[in-house]
């Protein structure tokens, strides 16, 4: 006999690339650890029920408020619709995706239930949130080509070295440095803020500092795509 009601939950992928500081730089997602049946133990993407009273973005903006600060979230957009009738037990319930993005180096506080996980190594995730985030990495992916929203990912001044690890980490293979600079510097994406990193231990010339020119997400070659070296 088919479900008589349907649910909506909202549902976040928050993506923050970790590890610059150690030069292992990799894309983490925010997880949280289920403490009740059903799928007990197991990681899944925070958020919930859609109240009576809220629309699709405030619901998320107020689940993830309960997780991270929303103060360190650079980019919030919806994905996706997952509507299988069987993808949780139960209640019927249709969940719609959002992309969050938080730039390095922030740090938000996490309650003890939640923590960052390698894409590349995701534990045993509940439901379908594993599909949920490949989905969601393949449109950040896809959204390094053809937008600026790398500056959500990025510190406000950084050097190339730094943006490159950035887009090599969310694209998932290496990134010539110059190249990039080359394409978001054409593409009137990045510029140079005239001051330069300080020098490390090891000396030498300290590094260009470069700034994204807007902070607002905004496409800017809608046929551009960045490709993994030949």
Do not use: C
């Amino acid at each position: 006999m088919p479900n008589r009601s349907t649910a909506h939950e909202v549902l976040a992928v928050v993506f923050q690339v970790r590890g610059l500081d150690t030069r292992q730089p990799a894309l983490h997602v925010l997880l949280w650890q289920r403490a009740l049946a059903p799928e007990r133990g197991r990681w899944s993407l925070p958020g919930g029920r859609l109240g009576d009273d809220e629309d699709l973005i405030s619901s998320v903006r107020r689940q993830l408020a309960e997780k991270v600060d929303l103060r360190e979230l650079a980019h919030l957009e919806q994905l996706a619709v997952f509507s299988d009738p069987s993808r949780v037990p139960g209640t019927r319930t249709i969940a719609s995706t959002f992309l969050g993005l938080v730039p390095s180096p922030a740090t938000p506080a996490l309650p003890a239930d939640t923590r960052w996980h390698p894409v590349s190594a995701l534990p045993e995730m509940a439901f379908d949130h594993g599909p949920m985030v490949q989905h969601a990495h393949a449109r950040l992916a896809a959204k390094l080509s053809y937008t600026n929203i790398g500056f959500a990912l990025s510190p406000k001044e950084f050097a190339l070295s730094t943006l490159r690890d950035i887009y090599g980490a969310a694209l998932g293979y290496q990134v010539d440095a110059t190249n990039l600079q080359r394409v978001l510097e054409r593409r009137q994406v990045i510029s140079r803020t005239g001051t330069t990193a300080r020098s490390g231990k090891s000396g030498g010339r300290p590094p260009a500092l470069f700034r994204f020119a807007e902070s607002r997400y905004r496409v800017t070659d809608e046929f551009a795509a960045l490709r993994p070296p030949g």
